[in-house]
C-alpha cells in the first residue's frame, strides 16, 4: 500500500509535460488543480504539498529525514523517467527545483520539517506563476 501511495504521490509530483493534446503543463494541471477549474491556486498548492510529506514521512515524526528525502527523490526521477516529465515538451524546471531537499530546508538542518516544507508553499507557486496572475495555468507553461 505505502508503494502504491508513493507511486501515486510521485506521479502527482512533477507532471509538468504536455499532454496528448498538446496543452503545456496539462499534467501538472490534472494532477494539482483540486476543483479542476484550469487554475492552480496557491491553497491548491499548501494542500497537495501537506499531503505529499504525509505520504513520505514515513516513520510519521514530522520531519522528512534525510533517508525519507531519498525515497522522495527515487521517486520522483522514477516518476520522470517512466512518464517523460520535466523540462521535455514544455514543463519548467521550478517544479523539480520546489520539491528538493536544498530548496524545502529552511533552516538547513538536513531535515525538512512539515512547517518548512508547507511553507515553502508561497515560494514554490511564485516561481511556478510565471506570469504573476496569482494563478498556475496552462500559460505558465512552455517558453517564454
Known amino acids: 500500500m505505502k508503494t502504491f501511495l508513493i507511486s501515486t504521490a510521485a506521479i502527482a509530483i512533477l507532471a509538468t509535460s504536455v499532454s496528448a493534446a498538446g496543452t503545456p503543463g496539462a499534467g501538472f494541471l490534472d494532477s494539482w488543480d483540486g476543483d479542476a477549474n484550469g487554475a492552480v491556486t496557491l491553497a491548491e498548492i499548501a494542500e497537495k504539498r501537506e499531503n505529499i510529506f504525509f505520504t513520505f514521512d514515513e516513520n510519521g515524526d514530522g520531519s522528512l529525514t534525510a533517508e525519507e528525502y531519498v525515497a522522495f527523490d527515487e521517486a520522483r526521477a522514477a516518476d520522470q523517467a517512466s512518464e517523460?516529465?520535466?523540462?521535455?515538451?514544455?514543463?519548467?524546471?521550478?517544479?523539480?527545483?520546489?520539491?528538493?531537499?536544498?530548496?524545502?530546508?529552511?533552516?538547513?538542518?538536513?531535515?525538512?520539517?512539515?512547517?518548512?516544507?508547507?511553507?515553502?508553499?508561497?515560494?514554490?507557486?511564485?516561481?511556478?506563476?510565471?506570469?504573476?496572475?496569482?494563478?498556475?495555468?496552462?500559460?505558465?507553461?512552455?517558453?517564454?
Do not use: P, Y
Open 84 to 144: 517523460g516529465h520535466g523540462n521535455k515538451g514544455g514543463g519548467h524546471g521550478q517544479g523539480a527545483v520546489g520539491m528538493t531537499l536544498e530548496f524545502n530546508d529552511v533552516d538547513g538542518s538536513g531535515d525538512v520539517s512539515m512547517a518548512e516544507f508547507i511553507g515553502q508553499s508561497e515560494a514554490w507557486f511564485a516561481m511556478m506563476d510565471r506570469n504573476g496572475d496569482g494563478e498556475v495555468t496552462s500559460a505558465d507553461f512552455g517558453r517564454q
